[in-house]
Structure formats: C-alpha cells, structure tokens
C-alpha cells in the first residue's frame, strides 16, 4: 500500500486501538494480588447497535423459512403477544405467552428446570448437570438431555428452561453451580451441547443459561437484597476483561450456540455495569453478532428493567411479561404494541423477535411434537383454576400424565457412571456385600422425614441429598435412599447392618461403630438458589465444609473403626484434607446430586456392579483461599450496584491452583477405579489447514415482515373480550398512545442509542461468521493418539484427558481441550483418537477481537488427570 493510504490506516488502526481501549476493558490480569488490577471497578459495557437481525444461517435456513412465512401472517398485537408472557403465575407453566387464536395457535409454555420438570408430577429427576459433569461422557450426556427432552414434550412443555453454563463455576461457594456442570469451559462446553442435541431431539427447545456471568447469588436482584437486609438501588455487576470473557465464560455459550440451543436466558446481575438483558454488547454484539446466535434471548424471571431498550439491546421474550411479580403492569405487551405505532421500536425488531422464537419452534420440529399442556404449575389438584393467580376458568388442570418411561434405569446408571473413587485403600472397595457387620451413619443416608418433596423447591436440608435447592429442581417420583438401597441389599444376603442416623447421637454412633467390620458414613453439603435462605445460606454456601456435623460425625466413626468408607453428597467442591488421610477412612467417594435412584446407584459403586471411572469436574482444595477467587457477601459500594471484579481472569479453579503452585488434596479430573490403567505411545498428526481468515462483508438488511394498521383505533380492547384479569394483552386502552402506555418517562427518547434502529447492512464481524464463531475455528489441525492399557484384574472404562500448554505467561499451565471416556476390558488395550481444532490452540487477541494461535511453543499433554499427565509431546504449528 502506497504511503498515504499506509497513513490512513495508521490512523484508522490508532482510532480502532482508541475506540477499543475507551469500550470494554481488555487488560489481562495476570495475578490479582498485584496493585493496578483493581482496573475492572466500575468496568463499562459498550453500546452495540443495532441488534442483528435472523438470517437462517448455521443450520437454521428451513426453520427460518417456515418462521418468517408464519410471522408474516400475524398482526401487529399478534406479534406482541408471542414476545410478552401474560404475567406470573397466569398460565399452567412458570412462563406463558400469548396465544395467536385466529390461527389457531396456542401460546407458548415455558418450564423449569435443568434436571426435570418442576412443579409438576409424575416426572423424573435427573442427576444434576455438575453431577453428571464427573461421568465425562458424550453418550451419557446427550441420553438425559433426550429424556429429559421427552418428558417436556410430553407434558406439552414448549421450552425446557435449562441446561446451564452460567454459573460456570468460578467460586467453588456459588449456591447454583451445580446446575451447570463444571468450571473448566471445555467440559462444560461439550457437556452443554451433547445435553442441548439430546432435548431438542426430542422435540423441545433448550433454553441455555444465565447470559453470563452469573457466578453467585447474592445481590442478583434488589427486591431480594433488601429482603436479606442489604440496601441495595442496582443489581450486582459482574466485572471481566475482554480475555477472560471469550477464553473462559463465552466458551460454553459458543458451543451451546453451535449445538442450535433454541434459547439463550439473559441473567439477572450486570455485567460491565449493564444489565444482563439490556446489555447490548454482550446480546447484540457477542452472542448475536460475533456467535452468530439464530434463536431468541428471554429474560430470567424479573430480570428486565426496561422496555424498548432491553428490545433494541436484543433481548426477544418478556418473562413472566409482567414489570414485577403480578404488577398487572409490562414492560412489553402494551407498551411494545405503543412503541410500534410511535415510531420508537422498529418494525423489523420486532418481526426478528417473532422470527427467532418460531424458528426455533421449527427448528426442534415443534410443529408436529406439540401435545397441549395437561398439568398445571400453581396446584396438585386435579380440578382447579387454569389461570391460578386470577383464581379463573376452573376445571380439569392435572392430567397426571406419567411421562418417565423407563427414565429410571437411565438415571441410576447415569448417577453411579459419575461417581467418583477418591480413595480405596488396598481393595476396600468394591464390598462384596458378605461383610459380617455393616454400620451405615449419617442423616444423609436416611428419607427425610418431611418426604422427599416437603420442602418447597428443596428449600431445606434434611435426609439424604440428592438435588440443590430453588428453581433448578424437579420433583422426585421417589427417592431411594442410600440407607434403604444398602440394607436391601445385606438383608437379602443374610448379613447384619444397622444404622444411626442423627449425627449428634454420640454414644450411639460410637456405640454401633465399635461392633461393625464396615463402616458406610454419608455426609453432605447443600446449596440452591438466592430466593431460599437454608440455614443462613442465601443460595450461596456460607463455607465449604460439611454441614450438620459432618467432621465430627466422621471422626467418631473413625476413632472406633478402622474400615470407614465416606460417600460425599455435595453440591461441588467440600474441605476434606482434615480428614482424607486418616488411615482409618478406608475408602472415599464423591457422589455428587444423583437423583431419584441415590440409594441404588452408590450400591451399584459400592458393590462392584459399576467399576466407577468418574473424574473431579472440579479441585478439591485444601482451603477455600486456594481457590484464589471468591464470592462478595457484603456490598462494597454502597447503596450502588456491588463491584465483582474477576481479577484472577482466566485462572479459576485447577487454573488458580497451578499458577500458584498449590497442591490440591484431590485435583481436577482425579477419579480411581476398581482396577488400573497404563498410558503409552502418544503419537501427533498434523493435518494441512488453510490460514485463518477474519470474516469479511456485510449482512444484508433488515427483512420486514407484512405490513400493520396505523390507526390506534385497530389496538383497542376488543369489545366483548372474556379475558382474564391481571393478564397482560397487548392491547391498548387509549386512543391516546402516552395514556395508553402510562410511563411516567413517555416520549423521552434519551435511551435510544446512536444506529439502535439502523436496517441498512452491517459489517459482519471477523471472529463471527458461523455459529459459535468464525467456521475456520473449528478446523482440525493436530490429531493426537495414545494406548490405555486396562493393567488391573477387572473390566472398566477410562477418561484420557487431553490438555495443552499454550505457552504465553498469560496463560494456565495447562487446559483441558478434550476426552473419550472408553471402555477396556482387563488386559486389553484402547486407543484413544483426540482432535486438536485451531479454536483449542488460539488465544484471544483483545487489539484484533479475533482469536490467533501465539508464537509460544505449544505442548500437548494426556493422561488420566490434570496434574497426572505422563504423555506429552510438541506441536509444531
Ligand atoms: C393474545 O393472547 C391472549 C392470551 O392467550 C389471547 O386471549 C388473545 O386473544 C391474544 N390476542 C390476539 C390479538 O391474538
Ligand atoms: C434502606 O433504605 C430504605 C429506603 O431508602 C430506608 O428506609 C432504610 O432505613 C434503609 N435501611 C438501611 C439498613 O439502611
Ligand atoms: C409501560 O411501562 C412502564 C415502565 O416503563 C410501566 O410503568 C407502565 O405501567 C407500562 N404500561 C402498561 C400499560 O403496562
Ligand atoms: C430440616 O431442615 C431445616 C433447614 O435446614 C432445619 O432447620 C431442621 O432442623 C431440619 N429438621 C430436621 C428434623 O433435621
Ligand atoms: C458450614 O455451613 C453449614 C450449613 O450452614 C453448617 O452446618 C456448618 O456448621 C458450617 N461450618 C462451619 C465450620 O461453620
Ligand atoms: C464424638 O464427637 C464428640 C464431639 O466432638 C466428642 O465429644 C466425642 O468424644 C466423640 N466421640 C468419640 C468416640 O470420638
Ligand atoms: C481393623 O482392625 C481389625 C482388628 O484389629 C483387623 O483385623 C483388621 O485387619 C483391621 N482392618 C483394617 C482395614 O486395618
Ligand atoms: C502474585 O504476585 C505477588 C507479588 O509479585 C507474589 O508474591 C504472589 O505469589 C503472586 N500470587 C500468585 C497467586 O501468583
Ligand atoms: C413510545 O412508546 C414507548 C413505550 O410506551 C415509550 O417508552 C416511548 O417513550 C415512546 N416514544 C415516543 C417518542 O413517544
Ligand atoms: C488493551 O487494548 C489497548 C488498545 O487495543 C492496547 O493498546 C493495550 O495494549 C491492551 N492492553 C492489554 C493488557 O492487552
């Protein structure tokens, strides 16, 4: 280029490094204990605009042709009513949206949760995403996503509000991490897209969750903080640099996205300090624009603070529509029909709302899977009212449809396939099930006596622990416990076993443990969601600990038996180092949410019916400092929105305990086996790729779909209309559009950003260009193999884990990239086949926003954990 136009672009590049520098913070942080990180307090988002439009892309093209042939069809109030849901607590299902009658369709049901359906009977429950995260298994994973799948469908359930990424887990204390499935992006990303395939096979949409960054629970919503006594005027922001954000917590999303997740949930806390469903450089600009996402973004419950913004940031469904719990009062519904006939929302933003929600209606084959709902979310009862908060249309309401299938064997293999052996010390385990005596301890062994739904939403810890608490939960059909599976098991063998079951029963503790030759103690620790407080944990756990005596409960069984065998229920990583080398705890299992069948999948582990191949989907540290990042209990700025500055970037978890150099008591990816394997021959293939392009051109223009009225009159509230009260509709009941709206803001047009209703072609983005990203990320470029020898007396199955060394100081040691859970018998020998894509190789450059492979020397690694890694080799880029 000749030097004029070398000088233009100097500029221009200066200009973009400038624009780069002033919108979203890019610093690295390489350790967060030094001075000058504190950069990310009152971190800022940038405004993106406008909101990418569908273009059927990635998969989506027949979808996106049925989608807009139905859109052009509706009305303007048509329209309205498929983005707004008519308010919490209206319809059968924890979120509802408007019907489009004339054409005879129903609205829209959308329904919690992750593991199962909630608030309905007759259904499953699932192990727990960070349950089955331990199992590393691709087939596993995609099975209970169609399950679950199944089980939506069949209840009539049009949207399953799960799985989740976000939390990904970056504080080991987050009360609903485990709903998602493990703080390594990689697992999490795999795991997220098998689950999402398996649901929406089944003729459902995935909803993927909480766009992102929502990595604990306290201060997510005000109402709630005030409620738990802090005075609070904003929500929580999240705060990450731009490095951390693509390398870390968009990792999974990109995958979800790339999976053909249907929907993606904004999350209630900030990020950058803008609102998660109003935030439009992480709707528009990352999830739309550079993953290139084709289905719709809803809100979480409550989770939008505004109206045509959220709209033109790229959010697309209102749930549950109503601007608070039963305010009778939208954000959307009317004031979306006003904003339309103002001038202020654009018709093409709201036809590409419609758009995106049908097309992801037809894309999971909804169309022809549909069944009507036939149970109701707000009553047990079979006769009652349909519209629960109005209290009207009373009739039939649960059909008690049984929608489990055969689920239930599923769901105890799935369960005992996750299990994870930490210790056996000599062959404790597997038990033959002829041991003389068997004592079994602890109250997690044992049925709450509340049953196993008592508690609302398992909103308390007692019993055996088998789910978190809050929303991410299902109802259990029933639920074995431990202490019922192991006693059927020795009875029907003619054995002895008896149990103690309050853990502060002292004397008899050490009264029974002095008899028994095997001890079985079960302890646990509990977390949910922010809306329960559960022994002063506010979703959150206050500590990472045993709860209700587990420590101690241990060391009295120990102090009298020298054959202890702990299992662990927890809802992620517990403190065990005080314990874990007690010669006398013979054996220790990590066991994780496993669902309806508890009791039978751990006696399947312990018994040796399974041989257990599970591996950490977390560290378990030592201490909760070693974690290196944690959780904000106290606001600390002032009454305005709490500063969580994720200083530590990319290092979280194994990532932190490795750059600082801190053994942990059991690291990610460790898991034993009932026999032993060997690793040999790594071997590397490098295939020829083409150079990595940046994405070029423009999108096309905004499509409009048929035309609507201008008159106001057209709007009004149909004579005549039996409609429910508390409802929202979408119509207006003014002819004058600030009446009919009643914002005491009307009219203001501060809020609308520069290009925000631009439908000219827009300049696609160069890490974009396919879902998930630009397509040439997704090249293999290395392929590696190695031999697993089974060495040991018994069949089994191995996780070979593959991580690489990216090199750079800015980097983890090492990270995760890829595994094959395989199944080899004893004496025989596997091979295990991993690519290596240029996505797994690439760092994020923060001055280009686009990925590239650095200059440092590149090393693949695998082995059977993160820091057990015997094979290794270069890679020569
Ligand atoms: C909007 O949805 C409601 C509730 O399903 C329905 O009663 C109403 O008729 C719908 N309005 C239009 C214009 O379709
Ligand atoms: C919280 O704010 C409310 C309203 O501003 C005020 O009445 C109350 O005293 C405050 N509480 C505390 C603990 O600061
Ligand atoms: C329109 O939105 C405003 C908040 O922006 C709300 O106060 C008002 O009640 C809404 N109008 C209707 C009719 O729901
Ligand atoms: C049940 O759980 C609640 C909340 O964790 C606790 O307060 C209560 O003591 C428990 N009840 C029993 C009988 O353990
Ligand atoms: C940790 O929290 C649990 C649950 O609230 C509680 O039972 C336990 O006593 C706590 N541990 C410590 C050391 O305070
Ligand atoms: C059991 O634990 C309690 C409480 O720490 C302690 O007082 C008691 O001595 C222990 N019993 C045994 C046998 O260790
Ligand atoms: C436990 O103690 C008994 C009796 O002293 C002994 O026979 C047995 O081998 C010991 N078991 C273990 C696992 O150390
Ligand atoms: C962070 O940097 C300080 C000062 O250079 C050093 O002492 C400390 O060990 C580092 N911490 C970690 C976790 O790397
Ligand atoms: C148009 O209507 C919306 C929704 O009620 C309102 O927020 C906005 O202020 C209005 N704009 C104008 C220019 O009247
Ligand atoms: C942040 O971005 C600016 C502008 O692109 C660049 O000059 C600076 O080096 C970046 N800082 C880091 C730490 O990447």
Known sequence: MGYSTWLLFAIAQALATVALAQTFPNTTYPNATVPGNEGLNNAYSPPKYPSPWMDGSGGWDQAYVKAQAFVRQLTLLEKVNLTTGVGWEGGPCVGNVGSVPRLGFEGLCMQDSPLGIRFADFVSAFPAGGTVAAAWDRGLWYERGYQMGMEFRGKGVDVQLGPVVGPLGRSPAGGRNWEGYSPDPVLSGIAVAETIKGIQAAGVVATTKHYIMNEQEHFRQVGESVGYGFNITETLSSNVADKAMHELYLWPFADAVRAGTGAIMCSYQQINNSYGCANSYTLNYLLKGELGFQGFVMSDWQAQHAGVSTALAGMDMAMPGDVLFNTYTSYWGPNMTVAVLNGTLPEWRLDDMVTRIMAAF??????????????????????????????????????????????????????????????????????????KFTGIFGEDAEDSKYGPNGCPDHGCSNGTVAMGWGSGTSS??????????????????????????????????????????????????????????????????????LWNNGETLIQNVTAVCNNTIVVIHSTGPVTIGSWNENPNVTAILWAGLPGEQSGNSIADVLYGRVNPAGKLPFTLGRDRADYGSDLLYEPNNGENAPQDNFEEGVFID??????????????????????????????????????????????????????????????????????????????????DLATASNSSDYGSEDFLPPGARDSSPQP???????????????????????????????DGEEIPQLYLSLGGEDNPKVVLRTFARLSINKGMSATFVADVTRRDLSNWDTTTQNWYISEHPKTVYVGPTSRNLPLSAPLDI
């Open 764 to 794: 696609r983005i160069a890490a974009g260009g396919g879902p998930g990203g630009n397509p040439l990320l997704y090249d293999v470029m290395f392929t590696v193999t190695c031999t697993v020898t089974n060495t040991g007396d018994r």
């Open 654 to 735: 194994y990532r932190a305990f490795d750059r600082a150099g801190i053994k942990p008591v059991y690291e990610f990816g460790y898991g034993l086996s009932y026999t032993t394997y060997n690793y040999s021959d790594i071997q590397v293939q490098k295939h020829s790729v083409g150079e990595y392009t940046p994405t070029t051109g423009q999108t096309g223009s905004a499509p409009v779909l048929g035309n609507y009225s201008t008159d106001v009159n057209d709007y009004q509230w149909p004579a005549n209309l039996t409609y429910v009260t508390s409802y929202i509709y979408p119509y207006l009941n003014s002819t």
């Open 362 to 435: 037809y894309l999971v084959g909804r169309d022809t899977a549909r069944v009507p709902v036939n149970f109701n979310s707000w009553s047990t009862d079979t006769f009652g009212y349909q519209n629960a908060y109005a209290r009207q249309n009373y009739g039939l309401i649960n059909q008690h449809v049984d929608v489990r299938g055969e689920h239930t064997r599923s769901i105890r293999t799935a369960a005992a396939r996750s299990t994870v052996l930490l210790k056996n010390v000599g062959s404790t385990l597997p038990l033959s099930g002829m041991e």
């Open 476 to 545: 259990f059909p029933f639920l074995v416990s431990p202490l019922t599976a192991i006693q059927n098991e020795l009875v029907q063998n003619g054995r002895v076993v008896q149990s103690v079951t309050d853990n502060y029963a002292y004397n008899y503790i050490a009264a029974l443990g002095r008899q028994v030759d095997t001890a079985i103690v079960f302890v646990n620790s509990d977390s949910g969601e922010g809306f329960i407080n559960v022994d002063g944990n506010i979703g959150d756990r206050n500590n990472l600990t």
